[in-house]
């Protein structure tokens, strides 16, 4: 068998470099009391320490779950704060061509009811409808500064 394929003796597993240090110890206690007791608890000692790695595990586990969590929950919250752009292009430029679909009644009859003013009113609230929707997909466009997001390198 490659030495890739070898799986760990308990001999080697005593010697390892624990970086927890209540494991080490409890398995040097159950390494001692195999050889206090004999090989007939052997089965039993070692499900004993298998179940307190397997504790360990799984705390380690649901802590690192915890913080993920934590840490999605306070991207959906900082995202929840800045104002964002739902509008696709499909969206935008659909209204867009209906603004102007739209134009070409509306300057038939302001310009037909009361002549030149009516189809000035009629376009500068063609205009102001489309300047609002401007604003309101593209929070920067007239002089205000866009909301930075929050880089992934910062703690």
């Known amino acids: 068998m490659p030495p890739a394929y070898r799986l760990p003796t308990v001999d080697g597993m005593s010697?390892?470099?624990?970086?927890?240090?209540?494991?080490?110890?409890?398995?040097?206690?159950?390494?001692?009391?195999?050889?206090?007791?004999?090989?007939?608890?052997?089965?039993?000692?070692?499900?004993?320490?298998?179940?307190?790695?397997?504790?360990?595990i799984d705390g380690a586990v649901e802590r690192r779950v915890r913080r993920q969590l934590a840490e999605q929950q306070m991207t959906v919250a900082r995202d929840s704060r800045s104002p964002k752009v739902t509008d696709t292009w499909g969206e935008r430029f659909g209204f867009g061509i209906v603004s102007l679909v739209l134009a070409v009644p509306l300057s038939a009859i302001g310009g037909g009811v009361a002549d030149l003013p009516g189809l000035l009113a009629a376009w500068a609230g063609i205009v102001g409808v489309n300047v609002v929707q401007a604003v309101r997909t593209n929070p920067g466009l007239f002089g205000r500064r866009r909301p930075t997001r929050d880089s992934d390198w910062e703690d």
């Open 15 to 56: 010697r390892m470099d624990a970086r927890d240090t209540e494991l080490k110890k409890e398995l040097d206690a159950s390494l001692q009391a195999r050889r206090e007791l004999g090989e007939e608890y052997e089965s039993a000692l070692v499900d004993s320490f298998l179940e307190k790695v397997d504790q360990r």
